[in-house]
């Protein structure tokens, strides 16, 4: 729900106040602090996330709320109303904003897995999240409300739903003092800067934007110009409670309109007059997140607020439909979300317990957006088994082993084993693996150079960091001081990228390709109960780096020569060799029954 011109008016009212965060709860609405924390974190975005520079930006603010004993509760919004025509429209102007060609005059856009590696740094820092299947406005309402605590948000109208708001841009992050200061708008204030009271869930009704009815109330409320508001309010004011509804429904003529505004006066009423009846609150008041049973109605809810469920697989569940990489490309290739394909239609079939899969997909085709019609067949048997903690036998519930993410692998690599293969390799970096050989083998066989370069990119954040981070900390451990030599000798690789004389447009494309298979392959995990660890992104992407390397090797032998010029026999380079072992092993290795 949005109220934008109830939020100037709030603004222009001047009714902030000091406020000081110190040992207390705090609803954060994540779709405002987050945003824009990509753009002031200064990575690059053209060639991809820097997934590792980012985390560390938002871990930074988080850890200034942690420091003052701010316990915080974050909220994220779930996915936008389907409209397949305004979709089409918003998707072919990204897709002008693209153009490899004007790559120096890229608008700024947010890279894929960005929030993925939100919600991953709040789960380091145990900070509990949950995540709407739609709307967040009740959510958020119904948990701040519970606590009785401020909400951090830009949408300043929530204080007119009886919680305090303070806008994210007032915390002062980089103040000396040991309090955290910010600005705060008491409910109390704002409600009665307005003086409707009872009356308030009208005045939100009237100028929530899912309608366009406040026109055919001109002449009954008798306003002129762009100063809406406050004529509404004043109007408000004068009009008896028990006859204002249907005043208004009587005066709007139009049959939708009419129908939109009282579904939308039905909405507001319950979060404004019962807002602890929501899935939120129960789920904060948890310390674990709900099972899910085949014959909850609201498994699917419950799936996407513990992030089983990536919120694109709620659009494709119910619409089946798929909107197409915003990511830079290559107008020579097809879109660069169609490798990942397969992943997303048996996501599909699991989601909706069928073994076909018909997918509506919003693509990029050249330089257009068009819509493409994409079905999927799969001959073995799909159960929507796996999606369930628990199902029902007789009287009985029984837990269910995850299977279908090594049945989805037999299906499209049939002949590869991995299980063994992997024994060998971190945990986090099996998906990685999979990934590249899905990638590989399926889509590009010529990418192979490129996953040399991933996979040195997870050494370096993950396992090689790690361990220098030990070192500063004066925890040693093996290898520590061989792994800090070995980050400081790759240290030019993360250096910036002069797009204007490095730019190659295929590479970028296939690099894009292979982020959409890595992103998908690990929602996919995550649906099938994530029976393989998902990939920490923060601590394997950094395109930058990868990008630099890519342009520095000239095949595989050449990076292995160059590191083990560098860094010798060393126990870095022992068990970067074990990882690029372990990814030529799958690669190359079919099960004899092939």
Same mark, same amino acid.
């Given at each position: 729900?949005?109220?934008?011109? #109830?939020?100037?008016?709030?603004?222009?009212?001047?009714?902030?106040?000091?406020?000081?965060?110190?040992?207390?709860?705090?609803?954060?609405?994540?779709?405002?602090?987050?945003?824009?924390?990509?753009?002031?974190?200064? @990575?690059?975005?053209?060639?991809?996330?820097?997934?590792?520079?980012?985390?560390?930006?938002?871990?930074?603010?988080?850890?200034?709320?942690?420091?003052?004993?701010?316990?915080?509760?974050? /909220?994220?919004?779930?996915?936008?109303?389907?409209?397949?025509?305004?979709?089409?429209?918003?998707?072919?102007?990204?897709?002008?904003?693209? +153009?490899?060609?004007?790559?120096?005059?890229?608008?700024?856009?947010?890279?894929?897995?960005?929030?993925?590696?939100?919600?991953?740094?709040?789960?380091?820092?145990?900070?509990?999240?949950?995540?709407?299947?739609?709307?967040? *406005?009740?959510?958020?309402?119904?948990?701040?409300?519970?606590?009785?605590?401020?909400?951090?948000?830009?949408?300043?109208?929530? $204080?007119?739903?009886?919680?305090?708001?303070?806008?994210?841009?007032?915390?002062?992050?980089?103040?000396?003092?040991?309090?955290?200061? @910010?600005?705060?708008?008491?409910?109390?204030?704002?409600?009665?800067?307005?003086?409707?009271?009872?009356?308030?869930?009208?005045? #939100?009704?009237?100028?929530?934007?899912?309608?366009?009815?406040?026109?055919?109330?001109?002449?009954?409320?008798?306003?002129?110009?762009?100063?809406?508001?406050?004529?509404?309010?004043?109007?408000?004011?004068?009009?008896?409670?028990?006859?204002?509804?249907?005043?208004?429904?009587?005066?709007?003529?139009?049959?939708?309109?009419?129908?939109?505004?009282?579904?939308?006066?039905?909405?507001?009423?319950?979060?404004?007059?019962?807002? *602890?009846?929501?899935?939120?609150?129960?789920?904060?008041?948890?310390?674990?997140?709900?099972?899910?049973?085949?014959?909850?109605?609201?498994?699917?809810?419950?799936?996407?607020?513990?992030?089983?469920?990536?919120?694109?697989?709620?659009?494709?569940?119910?619409?089946?439909?798929?909107?197409?990489?915003?990511?830079?490309?290559?107008?020579?290739?097809?879109?660069?979300?169609?490798?990942?394909?397969?992943?997303?239609?048996? $996501?599909?079939?699991?989601?909706?317990?069928?073994?076909?899969?018909? /997918?509506?997909?919003?693509?990029?085709?050249?330089?257009?957006?068009?819509?493409?019609?994409?079905?999927?067949?799969?001959?073995?048997?799909?159960?929507?088994?796996?999606?369930?903690?628990?199902?029902?036998?007789?009287?009985?519930?029984?837990?269910?082993?995850?299977?279908?993410?090594?049945?989805?692998?037999?299906?499209?690599?049939?002949?590869?084993?991995?299980?063994?293969?992997?024994?060998?390799?971190?945990?986090?970096?099996?998906?990685?693996?999979?990934?590249?050989?899905?990638?590989?083998?399926?889509?590009?066989?010529?990418?192979?150079?490129?996953?040399? @370069?991933? *996979?040195?990119?997870?050494?370096?954040?993950?396992?090689?960091?790690?361990?220098?981070?030990? #070192?500063?900390?004066?925890?040693?451990?093996?290898?520590?001081?061989?792994?800090?030599?070995?980050?400081?000798?790759?240290?030019? *690789?993360?250096?910036?990228?002069?797009?204007? #004389?490095?730019?190659?447009?295929?590479?970028?494309?296939?690099?894009?390709?292979?982020?959409?298979?890595? +992103?998908?392959?690990?929602?996919?995990?995550?649906?099938?109960?994530?029976?393989?660890?998902?990939? /920490?992104?923060?601590?394997?992407?950094?395109?930058?780096?990868?990008?630099?390397?890519?342009?520095?090797?000239?095949?595989?032998?050449?990076?292995?020569?160059?590191?083990?010029?560098?860094?010798?026999?060393?126990?870095?380079?022992?068990?970067?060799?074990? /990882?690029?072992?372990?990814?030529?092993? @799958?690669?190359?290795?079919?099960?004899?029954?092939?």
């Amino acid at each position: 729900m949005k109220f934008t011109a #109830l939020r100037h008016y709030i603004r222009n009212k001047n009714l902030e106040a000091p406020h000081t965060l110190s040992d207390c709860d705090l609803v954060i609405d994540g779709d405002s602090f987050f945003k824009g924390t990509y753009r002031s974190s200064r @990575c690059q975005y053209i060639l991809g996330p820097d997934c590792d520079k980012y985390a560390d930006h938002i871990m930074k603010l988080l850890t200034a709320f942690i420091d003052n004993d701010v316990k915080c509760y974050v /909220i994220f919004r779930g996915v936008h109303k389907y409209d397949l025509e305004k979709r089409k429209e918003i998707h072919q102007s990204i897709i002008d904003d693209r +153009q490899e060609s004007s790559v120096d005059h890229v608008e700024y856009f947010t890279p894929a897995l960005v929030n993925v590696v939100q919600k991953q740094v709040l789960e380091k820092m145990d900070i509990k999240y949950f995540v709407c299947e739609q709307d967040s *406005l009740g959510a958020i309402v119904g948990v701040a409300r519970k606590l009785k605590c401020p909400v951090l948000t830009d949408n300043l109208e929530y $204080s007119l739903f009886g919680v305090s708001c303070i806008p994210t841009n007032s915390v002062q992050y980089h103040n000396s003092a040991t309090k955290l200061k @910010c600005e705060i708008y008491g409910h109390e204030e704002v409600k009665t800067a307005f003086g409707v009271y009872n009356k308030m869930p009208v005045v #939100l009704a009237l100028f929530n934007e899912s309608g366009d009815y406040l026109d055919s109330l001109k002449q009954v409320i008798q306003y002129v110009g762009s100063d809406v508001v406050g004529p509404v309010v004043r109007w408000v004011k004068r009009q008896r409670e028990a006859t204002l509804f249907s005043k208004i429904a009587n005066s709007i003529d139009d049959e939708d309109q009419n129908r939109i505004f009282k579904e939308v006066y039905e909405k507001i009423q319950i979060i404004y007059c019962y807002p *602890l009846c929501n899935l939120a609150v129960k789920y904060f008041q948890r310390d674990k997140a709900h099972d899910l049973l085949r014959d909850d109605k609201k498994w699917l809810a419950k799936a996407v607020a513990c992030g089983r469920i990536a919120l694109p697989y709620v659009t494709l569940r119910k619409h089946g439909f798929v909107c197409g990489s915003t990511l830079m490309f290559d107008g020579k290739q097809p879109d660069a979300l169609l490798p990942a394909m397969d992943i997303i239609a048996y $996501s599909h079939c699991l989601l909706t317990n069928s073994q076909v899969s018909k /997918i509506t997909f919003l693509e990029r085709k050249g330089k257009k957006c068009s819509v493409k019609k994409i079905e999927t067949f799969w001959d073995r048997d799909i159960s929507n088994r796996d999606l369930f903690t628990k199902y029902r036998v007789g009287k009985k519930l029984k837990t269910t082993t995850p299977q279908a993410f090594d049945l989805f692998l037999e299906e499209v690599l049939p002949g590869y084993k991995f299980e063994n293969l992997l024994l060998s390799v971190p945990e986090d970096c099996r998906i990685l693996i999979i990934t590249l050989v899905y990638y590989i083998v399926k889509k590009n066989k010529d990418f192979v150079n490129g996953a040399y @370069c991933i *996979l040195l990119s997870y050494f370096m954040l993950g396992r090689v960091s790690k361990n220098v981070d030990s #070192l500063q900390k004066k925890l040693l451990s093996p290898g520590s001081k061989d792994s800090e030599v070995f980050y400081n000798r790759l240290q030019f *690789l993360f250096e910036k990228v002069n797009l204007k #004389l490095k730019y190659d447009s295929a590479a970028v494309h296939s690099f894009s390709e292979f982020i959409h298979c890595l +992103q998908h392959m690990n929602y996919l995990n995550k649906l099938c109960g994530e029976k393989i660890r998902c990939t /920490i992104f923060h601590e394997t992407y950094n395109a930058t780096f990868i990008y630099n390397t890519y342009l520095f090797m000239k095949d595989r032998n050449h990076l292995i020569n160059f590191l083990v010029s560098k860094f010798g026999d060393s126990v870095p380079m022992k068990k970067f060799k074990n /990882i690029i072992d372990a990814f030529e092993n @799958c690669l190359s290795v079919k099960c004899s029954c092939d």
